[in-house]
């Protein structure tokens, strides 16, 4: 059973505009949300992270939002460029169970220049 | 820095091989972990090992079994390969001690090893 879903495998976009990546989760325990990006032959890379106590992260480009009440959470990345074409994981955990991660199932951004 | 290194990158096994993937970090991270990625699935838990000289099991042990080796080494054994378990495997570590109550740390992943099984 999916704890962690990503209903959009793949997300066209134009250069310099806004990417939106979703994310929905259905553990009401979960405390701490990440999200991963991925190249080709690559292992994921920690890019944000969101504890949920915040309902907004952001660093540089690339910001999270969290709305637990819905049990959501997406990233934006604005503005979009090329190099962020990739595959996005978001990823899940609860502290009071041990921290393990649970990951949705990968968006695919294609940045179209 | 390597950071996270994964060896072999690839491998293709006949049904019923053995196997190690080998998996060692430079970062003098205390927690380590392997996963597999399947195709329309997230990345899911095979083992960890929250320190040197524990390993557990994740969400989808069945098939595998791992040595924390010492703190930089955490090896993860196929003692019959099957079909099933064709997959890329990543392992990852992280700062700190992984259990109830201990602050989160980001997982730094390794390049992934990608193993076909006949």
Known sequence: ?113 | NAGVTQTPKFQVLKTGQSMTLQCAQDMNHNSMYWYRQDPGMGLRLIYYSASEGTTDKGEVPNGYNVSRLNKREFSLRLESAAPSQTSVYFCASSEGFWGPGQRTQPQHFGDGTRLSIL
């Not at chain 1, 505009?17 to 994310?23: E, F, P, V």
């Not at chain 1, 690559?42 to 637990?68: A, H, M, Y």
């Not at chain 1, 169970?97 to 179209?112: A, E, K, R």
């Open chain 1, 1 to 113: 059973d999916q704890q962690v879903k990503q209903n959009s495998p793949s997300l066209s976009v134009q250069e310099g505009r806004i990417s939106i990546l979703n994310c929905d989760y259905t553990n009401s325990m979960f405390d701490y949300f990440l999200w991963y990006k991925k190249y080709p032959a690559e292992g994921p890379t920690f890019l944000i992270s969101i504890s949920s106590i915040k309902d907004k992260n952001e660093d540089g480009r690339f910001t999270v939002f969290l709305n637990k009440s819905a049990k959501h959470l997406s990233l934006h990345i604005v503005p979009s460029q090329p190099g962020d074409s990739a595959v996005y994981f978001c990823a899940a955990s609860a502290s009071n169970t041990g921290n393990q991660f649970y990951f949705g199932t990968g968006t695919s951004l294609t940045v179209i220049p």
